[in-house]
């Protein structure tokens, strides 16, 4: 399936259903870490939307797929 056009906050707050916590916020930035897991994704919270090869990026991190992602959203 394809991603979708979504922004850094609509991302932060599908990684937090998926388990996920606001680690820290660096500048622009914030760093979520999963509760059991212990992964750490980056996720730019400066722009409208993200691109879709960041957001790619951002999925390999957190080790969901697209269809996971599109549900949490």
């Known amino acids: 399936m394809k991603l979708p056009r ?3 906050k609509q991302t932060v707050n599908a990684l937090i259903r998926a388990g996920c916590e606001i680690h ?4 622009s930035h914030y760093i979520l870490k ?6 750490r994704v980056t996720i730019p919270y400066h722009r409208k939307e993200l691109a879709l090869k960041t ?3 951002i999925l390999k991190q ?5 269809d996971t992602f599109i549900n949490l959203l």
């Open 6 to 8: 979504v922004s850094g």
């Open 34 to 39: 999963h509760r059991e897991t212990g992964l």
């Open 55 to 57: 957001l790619n990026t």
């Open 62 to 66: 957190a080790k969901l797929d697209t």
């Open 24 to 27: 820290r916020i660096r500048g």
